[in-house]
């Protein structure tokens, strides 16, 4: 009898340990994260990762570590569903003493270049951390003044469909004036859009002018390039760039040249023509397009478009620009979600905003933001598919 007490004793441990394992097991999000893995602290703040998701499935995941949309699960034109957005399976990897990175992020103050990193507000001029070059790229420095794709932003999810994100910015952050709060809200909608809006307000003149920096692969695999991936942009005309990706002001018309997509192509057709200046300026795209939608949301401003899965993103916006990075710079050198490798084109950057340097540039758009005034800004990424 006491040998049959021992079995079942250890019969029933196993049984235990059996539940145990079942319960422990991780709870993963439809593209396959683990949000445990997003529970951190960063310099004394908490991070975690937020799910939204709407009655056809579909999912958007995004951490308050930067504001950053680290997966989004659509369906493809045979009802599978694909993750297009290129990012890292925790949040330790997103960590700028890990990668230097813009995967996702939600970028501020300033989104693109300023020339030399220096502007003028009324008799004031400002320095900003020179973290590109010769000038500012994306409102940060690096390690010691980290921008706000490294700040961890105060999140509050409302619902199943909504996530509010603030963050402050005291008077003086990475050389800009003025105490301001700023908020990024995603919505995930009904009709399979991701709406992102930004607002911002200030105690002090200031500049602001903020985007999404997500890398989008509509073909579900970033080992893909998208370099197949075909794309419109509703623009005739782009800001140039010299080799220090800075533009002068002028502006440059799109037609016959390699920046004409006002008819769909692929992206990678000229992506290589760097007989062309401004292709061999951005080794590839990594332009400003000025958008002929005059600033209506409601006019297309870009359209990208996988033929492997059928799967589309039309992007509107009421920003006078989109910057559109095509990737040049993924080397290899960092390895992504699923332990897959970007390599060059992995994914392409769909920025609305205003443009670069505008700062320096008063015939362009003004980012001049005052007290008492509000600052918005509106993007919609809206995922189909064609059949």
């Not at 890990?98 to 992020?105: E, H, P, Q, T």
């Not at 693109?112 to 004031?124: A, C, E, P, Q």
């Not at 942009?233 to 800001?239: K, L, R």
């Not at 950057?349 to 758009?365: F, R």
Request: hydrophobic residues 30%; charged residues 20%; aromatic residues 10%.
């Amino acid at each position: 009898m006491k040998q049959l007490r021992t079995a079942a004793g250890f019969g029933a441990l196993l049984v235990l340990a059996a539940c145990g394992s079942h319960t422990d097991a991780p709870q993963l999000t439809k593209s396959g994260l683990d949000p445990q893995k997003f529970k951190a602290e960063f310099r004394g703040d908490s991070t975690a990762l937020y799910t939204l998701k709407n009655a056809d499935g579909v999912e958007a995941c995004i951490t308050n570590f930067g504001g950053r949309l680290v997966s989004m699960m659509v369906p493809d034109k045979d009802g599978n569903f694909q993750d297009v957005v290129l990012g890292f399976d925790s949040v330790q990897a997103y960590f700028p003493e890990n990668n230097l990175s813009d995967f996702g992020a939600s970028i501020g103050r300033y989104a693109n270049r300023i020339d030399h990193g220096k502007f003028r507000l009324d008799s004031t001029e400002y320095q900003l951390p020179l973290n590109n070059g010769i000038h500012s790229l994306h409102g940060g420095g690096e390690l010691g003044t980290l921008g706000w794709q490294y700040r961890v932003y105060q999140a509050d999810q409302k619902n199943d469909s909504t996530l509010v994100l603030t963050l402050q910015s005291a008077d003086g952050d990475n050389g800009y004036p003025g105490n301001l709060t700023a908020t990024v809200t995603y919505t995930l909608l009904s009709d399979n859009t991701l709406d992102i809006t930004y607002s911002a307000t200030t105690d002090k003149p200031t500049i602001i002018n903020m985007t999404n920096h997500s890398y989008f692969n509509l073909n579900g695999n970033p080992e893909t390039p998208v370099t197949d991936n075909e794309i419109l942009v509703n623009a005739s005309f782009i800001t140039p760039i010299d080799s220090t990706y800075m533009t002068d002001g002028s502006m440059m018309a799109v037609e016959n040249t390699p920046f004409d997509f006002k008819k769909a192509r692929k992206v990678g057709e000229n992506i290589k023509d760097f007989s062309n200046e401004q292709i061999k300026n951005g080794n590839g795209y990594d332009h400003n397009f000025v958008l002929d939608t005059k600033c209506d949301i409601s006019r297309i401003a870009a359209e990208l478009y996988s033929p492997v899965t059928g799967i589309v993103l039309d992007v509107y916006t009421d920003e006078p620009g989109i910057q559109v990075y095509s990737g040049n710079f993924l080397d290899g050198t960092v390895t992504g979600k699923k332990d897959i490798t970007y390599n060059q084109h992995a994914g392409i950057c769909l920025e609305t905003q205003h443009y670069p340097d505008s700062p320096n540039k008063p015939e362009w758009p003004s980012v001049r933001l005052d007290p008492g005034k509000t600052y918005t800004s509106h993007c919609i990424y809206q995922f189909s598919v064609r059949k």
